[in-house]
């Protein structure tokens, strides 16, 4: 079996414009984009372990948790549908979180916007379908173990 051909673009999720860019990237490298995954994770300060206090976090952390975890996966989307659109043929994977329905302390942005990705995803069904295009929304339903998630709620190795 041989190998693929990949292409590594950085981009910033809270940038629309980097986001375009990379779009453009793999449209110059392939001319189309068929897939699409949107599985950003900005926690914003703390961690699940160690949150700050919901009333101590400012709005603007609050808004940057917003602006990566669904404002990102939108303006991704946003870029790639005309593609999929020109070839009646997409599938676009959103993949939230079981917080998006049980918070925990300290979730409160991440919640929110993984609970807005539920939303924009079936809107987008019954609008792209027709022309093709599928959305679907994957909900991770916990953490997987790992001596970095230990660490980060019980604070010890």
């Known amino acids: 079996m041989e190998g693929g051909d990949a292409l590594v673009v950085f981009f ?17 490298r392939w001319g189309r ?6 599985n ?11 949150p700050p206090l ?14 990566a975890n669904i404002e990102g996966a939108y303006a991704a989307i946003q870029a790639v549908v005309p ?34 990705l539920h939303g924009i995803t079936r809107s987008l069904f019954e609008e792209l379908a027709p022309a093709g295009i599928l959305t679907n929304v994957v909900r991770a339903s916990g953490h997987t173990p790992s001596s970095c998630f230990v660490i980060a709620v019980t604070d010890e190795p």
């Open 83 to 116: 593609s999929m659109r020109e070839r009646h043929w997409g599938r676009i994977v959103n993949v939230s979180s079981g917080l998006a329905v049980n918070g925990i302390p300290g979730s409160a942005a991440y919640s929110a916007a993984k609970s807005a």
């Open 40 to 50: 950003a994770v900005e926690w914003g300060a703390g961690s699940p372990g160690n």
């Open 12 to 28: 910033e999720l809270a940038s629309d414009e980097s986001i375009h860019a990379a779009t453009r990237a793999a449209l110059e």
């Open 54 to 67: 919901f009333e101590a976090r400012p709005s603007d952390e609050w808004r940057k948790v917003l602006r």
């Open 33 to 38: 984009i068929e897939f699409l995954v949107n």
